[in-house]
């Protein structure tokens, strides 16, 4: 039993192996250890242990976790793309025990109920997974309990601070500007309103990451002598003998161990569970010879089982953010935190309370009417009509209220008290791949996001419509006293768009802005300089009938191998209206469930 941070003697045989403690990972490894001391369970993660590490527990500290040379967040290089301005984004994911849940932002935000209809597959439903979705939470919200969890290992909650004057000024400008404030905008259904943000993260500001709240417990509990976790060791392969996987193939991560010993072969009496997050699962399926003929071919590899669903179907959800400039006071922002002029010392000293606050303050779904969707032109109005007309609950976009400039301030941007809103399109029509290109685990990576590649430009268009909402609600607050021009399009002088600076707030009485085609134009370049990724990777190992494209079965099965299965967001068979943590988690939640009925626990 224990957390090692090399492969420990004698640890070469166990009942169930999960290659990756992420998120899910996370979940089904320790429901599994619970539901059978019996079973030995064995999770190997890649990245370090995160137990009580400072800079993931307080959210508050999230923000080195974002920048080149962290230790917990892997960065994939993906190809430059002409629909990107030129531009090779790095698509950040989780590289430490929990996943991305133990470097995220945090924000608490669950996908609609029609997601998980539309995802069409036995025991998937909205009905059949709302059980999870109350199971792995304790609710600390406003909203009805019966669509909540009173009782699950993860606490939702305000935390110990909150925007205050930014958030009661928001959520006035949205209602100004035709959208109400909604006690619980994660209630499944909200659509075109507000409410005021909850976080993953306790009542007295503790993270609530996989690790923290499912598998820590339990390996200190004594109780479950059947669970054993292995850090800083990288899954480099299945084992599969006669068409069963067996085993895995891992090593020392170098990242830690520079000097690590040759490559570990741990062998799965009962189960093999690839739990690597979208961009590693694909990888680790392909160097075992499961994918594309051609792609194993390229790589140099034979094909075990043919599986065309691997590594198809990349999707992220599409992020823009603009800056505006306040009034406001530097106790009021997280701006001084964000230019460097607040150390963690400082804030642990000084500012504690912001240890347990993430700088979102608010968030909402929205879509547009008829007459806006039209307004975009022919091609977007034939997509609307067939792909949102019917279903009203379906928004196009999320939009969250920022207490800070919404990434890296970047050149030409003063210290000062900013806020921000970050807009995502939460279904785009774009979608990539990623494959390997060789047989070995440092082999770059054939990576393409998709972003803004649909043919008549869909995606850009639920930009621009996003643009010009978020920016009507800033201008409507007390607060705003103009727009940060480098976070904003490039608009023609005299243009009726362009930027403003003001000494006061703009007249009760404002107006919208009135965009002539010429704007529209610089917002689509803007979007195109400037789109990137939400952190929302997935459905790259969807979970769909194999005759259209999936690589798993509705219980998880890998296509063509037996005893192998994949749980993590790779499998989301199509988009969900919400950051995915929440998805991630229950996606555990109902994996877990599957494999310990299927195990006879």
């Known amino acids: 039993m224990g957390l090692y941070q090399e492969h420990p003697a004698g640890l070469d045989e166990v009942d169930v192996i999960i290659a990756g403690g992420g998120t899910a990972g996370c979940v089904v490894a320790s429901r599994l250890a619970s539901a059978d001391r019996n079973l030995s369970v064995l999770v190997i993660e890649g990245g370090m242990n995160n137990y009580q590490d400072p800079s993931i527990v307080n959210i508050g500290l999230f923000f080195p976790h974002i920048m080149p040379g962290s230790k917990t967040t892997l960065f994939y290089p993906a190809k430059a793309s002409e629909h990107l301005a030129g531009r090779e984004l790095a698509i950040p994911c ?78 006035s400008a949205a209602v100004k500007a035709g959208y109400p404030e909604v006690d619980d905008v994660a209630s499944l259904s909200a659509i075109n309103s507000f409410g005021r943000a909850n976080r993953y993260v306790s009542t007295d500001g503790r993270r609530q990451d996989a690790a923290h709240a499912y598998l820590h417990p339990r390996l200190q509990d004594g109780n479950h002598p059947n669970l054993h976790v292995v850090v800083e060791s990288q899954v480099s392969r299945v084992v599969i003998e006669d068409g069963r996987a067996t085993g895995v193939v891992f090593r020392p991560n170098p990242r830690f161990h520079p000097n690590g010993s040759s490559e570990v072969t741990v062998r799965a009496r009962r189960l093999v569970v690839v739990s690597c997050g979208a961009l590693g699962t694909p990888a680790v399926l392909e160097r075992s010879g499961i994918g594309s003929s051609k792609v194993l071919a390229s790589a140099g590899l034979p094909i075990i089982a043919e599986n065309l669903g691997v590594g198809e179907g990349y999707e992220d959800h599409q992020l823009m953010g603009s800056a505006y400039k306040t009034n406001l006071g530097s106790r009021d922002t997280l701006s001084d935190m964000v230019f460097g002029l607040l150390s963690p ?164 009485e404002v107006q919208n802005i009135v965009y002539s085609e010429e704007d529209d134009k610089a917002i689509a370049e803007f979007v195109r300089r400037r789109a990137d990724t939400t952190w929302h990777s997935m459905g790259t190992c969807k979970m769909k009938p194999r005759e259209k494209g999936g690589a798993v079965d509705a219980e998880l099965n890998v296509y063509g191998v037996k005893g192998l299965k994949v749980a993590d967001l790779s499998i989301a068979p199509s988009n969900v209206g919400a950051n995915t943590n929440n998805t991630a988690l229950a996606i555990g939640e109902r994996a877990a469930d599957i494999f310990i009925k299927e195990l006879g626990l």
């Open 94 to 171: 989780g590289g430490v025990l929990g996943g991305g849940s133990s470097i995220n932002m945090a924000m608490y935000s669950r996908a609609q109920r029609i997601d998980f209809d539309a995802w069409n597959m036995p025991g998937w439903s909205a009905d059949e997974m709302l059980p999870y979705l109350k199971k792995l939470e304790t609710y600390h919200g406003k909203g009805s309990m019966d669509v909540h969890g009173h009782d699950g290992p993860v606490h939702i909650s305000r935390g110990t601070w909150d925007g205050g004057v930014s958030e009661d000024d928001f959520m």
């Open 345 to 508: 010392e400082m804030i642990f000293k000084d500012r504690p309370e912001i240890l347990g606050y993430n700088g979102q303050d608010a968030t909402g779904k929205l879509r547009p009417t008829d007459e806006e969707a039209a307004a975009l032109g022919p091609e977007f109005e034939a997509a609307w009509k067939d792909d949102f007309q019917s279903k009203p609950e379906k928004p196009i976009i999320c939009m969250t209220l920022l207490n800070c400039v919404p990434g890296v301030p970047g050149e030409g941007v003063a210290p000062g008290q900013y806020i921000g809103s970050t807009s995502f399109v939460l279904y785009p029509y774009s979608s990539g791949h990623v494959h390997i290109t060789g047989p070995g685990i440092d082999d770059p990576l054939d990576f393409e996001t998709g972003f803004l590649s649909d043919e008549k430009g869909l995606d850009v268009k639920q930009h621009i419509w996003a643009y010009k909402k978020q920016r009507e609600i800033m201008r409507r607050m007390d607060c705003f006293r103009g727009e940060v021009a480098p976070w904003h399009p490039a608009f023609a002088p005299g243009s009726a768009a362009a930027v403003v600076e003001t000494d006061g707030p703009l007249p009760a």
